[in-house]
């Protein structure tokens, strides 16, 4: 996997990268989850994503992890401040661009052929 990012620094931290990207690719299921976390407090980051060998083939399912803002924690009072959505996308060839949102965590759940 090969990626880049923009970086931003942090107390004494230099280099930080503004998207953490992982994945894991199930050969046999034809299946690849990328999960992401989107460290800007207020900057949605579009991506492309490219294969190098194989296709997207069909339906993206998207689980956001995401709150009102880089604070937000639930509480009693406040039981779904912070909260998973799901959604979906089509992507079909070899390249798939999704905008990441700000202080989120993201999981992209891709078949591939």
């Not at 230099?14 to 050969?27: H, I, K, P, Q, Y």
């Not at 079909?92 to 591939?112: D, R």
Request: charged share 25%; aromatic share 8%.
């Amino acid at each position: 996997m090969f990626w880049e990012s923009d970086t931003f620094a942090g107390g004494e931290y230099t280099g930080v990268r503004t998207l953490d990207v992982a994945a894991t690719l199930d050969e046999t299921g034809k299946q690849l989850v990328i999960y992401v976390v989107n460290r800007s407090q207020e900057d949605a980051m579009e991506t492309e994503i490219s294969l190098a060998d194989g296709q997207f083939a069909g339906s993206v399912k998207v689980a956001v992890v995401n709150g009102p803002d880089i604070k937000a924690e639930n509480t009693l009072e406040k039981p779904d401040q912070v909260a998973t959505r799901k959604a979906s996308l089509e992507a079909l060839g070899k390249y798939l661009t999704y905008s990441f949102e700000p202080h989120s965590v993201t999981a992209l759940v891709c078949g591939v052929s």
